[in-house]
Nanobody
């Protein structure tokens, strides 16, 4: 069982930056897990934001955040990150990190990283609010 805990959400002005963290709690290591970030704005469906290969060598981004957001990981710390720059009011949402089942092959992940159904484990979310 993978337990994920997000942190770093806050209220920030437009144009500002935040860094979200997602740590795996307990004894489970996420170093071999491909991981994803999603967000859900009020009244909207949850949407894909970013994803990262277990090694950190390959990343993917939604068009809406490309060039502004960067995901990375520190497997020694059992943590992944989402650096968010040039924030806009439309980035306001609850942000979630997620992990697929153990054994999820990258050959599968690279075709399905943007879909919620790919992921089995989800954090509780962290609120990001961007004021104009």
């Amino acid at each position: 069982q993978v337990q994920l805990v997000e942190s770093g959400g806050d209220l920030v002005q437009a144009g500002g930056s935040l860094r979200l963290s997602c740590a795996a709690s307990g004894t489970v290591s996420i170093s071999s897990y491909n991981m994803g970030w999603f967000r859900q704005a009020p009244g909207k469906e949850r949407e894909f934001v970013a994803a990262i290969k277990w090694s950190g060598s390959i990343t993917y981004y939604a068009d809406s955040v490309k060039g502004r957001f960067t995901t990375s990981r520190d497997n020694a710390k059992n943590t992944i990150y989402l650096q968010m720059n040039s924030l806009k009011p439309e980035d306001t949402a609850v942000y979630y990190c997620a992990a697929p089942n153990a054994g999820n092959l990258f050959s599968t992940f690279e075709r399905s990283y943007a879909f919620e159904r790919t992921y089995t484990y989800w954090g509780q979310g962290t609120q990001v609010t961007v004021s104009s």
